[in-house]
């Protein structure tokens, strides 16, 4: 491998600031454990100084922010302002896949299953009425449903709602992370995560990643507290349903435009239903993250991966 000069760009405003350094510190670690020679930079005021400096722009970037910035597309669309190359999907195709009900919809229209779900603003509540609203939901959806921001990322805002009485302090919850909510009928099953990587002969998925927490819901704290959640590399699922979430992450992949890498989070219901739940155009790289743990039983390295990841970004150039 060539010594590349790359940044990996982490931090950022969002919710998600401290699981994205975290991810940046790991990754930058694995990268220079593969000879690159690697920056970190926060996306602060100084970064367009960075980029506009042709003796300060590397020859590649890594986008390993969460949440807003990092997958809604608008570091990308700054990264393509500036040709600079960079790993991951490009600002147009980040759009489709951070809006949940978007992807959710473009996979439910070639026959994918996907769990029913309403999006309700909030001036929606507001304007006829919040009580009104919430038993038209129930009526609609039935319980238990998820509620879950309409964009964002790390479960933030995400609830699982079993009684009636539950739901409007579990709405006001949800919607300090959006003014839109997605409601979600809930659908008992194994969830699963999926690793798509992209490399000269089109999307890979590597080997699904079972999240079993032992509070029985994947949220913030599961997600980012060692010993909270069990995970099982490859997944414990029948060899039908082991390639069938592989086919559907690909397709994911592909329908929505992605490069270079994705996630994507399925349900396995107990008569073999796969389910698609969402995508993530900037996966995880902490040490409970669960791309590098699908990486691993692939038998890969992350420093490699992303490494192999960086040279196509640069082979293909700026937009």
Not at 118 to 147: C, E, K, N, W
Not at 284 to 290: M, R
Not at 291 to 299: D, N, R
Request: net charge negative.
């Amino acid at each position: 491998m060539s010594d590349r000069w790359v940044a990996v760009l982490s931090g950022g405003l969002s919710h998600e600031r401290d699981i994205s350094l975290r991810s940046g510190r790991r990754l930058s670690a694995a990268l220079r454990s593969v000879g690159l020679t690697v920056d970190e930079w926060d996306t602060d005021s100084g970064l367009l100084e960075r980029l506009r400096s042709s003796a300060n722009r590397p020859e590649a970037v890594v986008v390993a922010l969460h949440g807003g910035e990092g997958e809604n597309g608008s570091i990308q669309s700054i990264l393509e302002m500036f040709g600079v190359p960079y790993v991951g999907t490009d600002s147009r195709a980040c759009r489709w896949a951070w809006d949940r009900p978007i992807a959710k919809a473009e996979l439910a229209r070639v026959g994918l299953a996907t769990p029913d779900w309403v999006v309700l603003p909030h001036s929606t509540f507001r304007d006829l009425g919040a009580q009104a609203v919430l038993d038209a939901l129930v009526d609609r959806i039935g319980l238990p449903l998820v509620l879950k921001p309409e964009q964002g990322g790390s479960a933030l805002g995400t609830q699982v709602v079993r009684e009636a009485s539950e739901l409007p302090s579990a709405m006001v919850g949800c919607l300090a992370y959006g003014d839109t909510v997605m409601a979600e009928q809930y659908v008992d099953g194994v969830e699963v995560a999926i690793g798509v990587l992209e490399g000269p002969f089109g999307p890979e998925a590597l080997p699904a990643v079972e999240i079993s927490p032992t509070t029985g819901i994947y949220d913030y704290t599961a997600r980012y507290t060692a010993g909270l959640t069990e995970f099982h590399t490859p997944a414990r699922l029948t060899p039908a349903a082991t390639t069938e979430v592989a086919e559907l992450a690909v397709a994911a992949h592909r329908l929505l435009g992605l490069r270079d890498v994705s996630r994507t989070t399925a349900i396995v219901t107990p008569d073999g239903t796969v389910n698609f739940l969402q995508v993530n155009v900037s996966p995880g790289l902490t040490e409970t993250s669960l791309l590098p743990m699908a990486i691993e039983a692939a038998g890969r390295s992350l420093g490699d991966t992303f490494a192999a990841l960086i040279e196509q970004a640069v082979a293909r150039g700026p937009r």
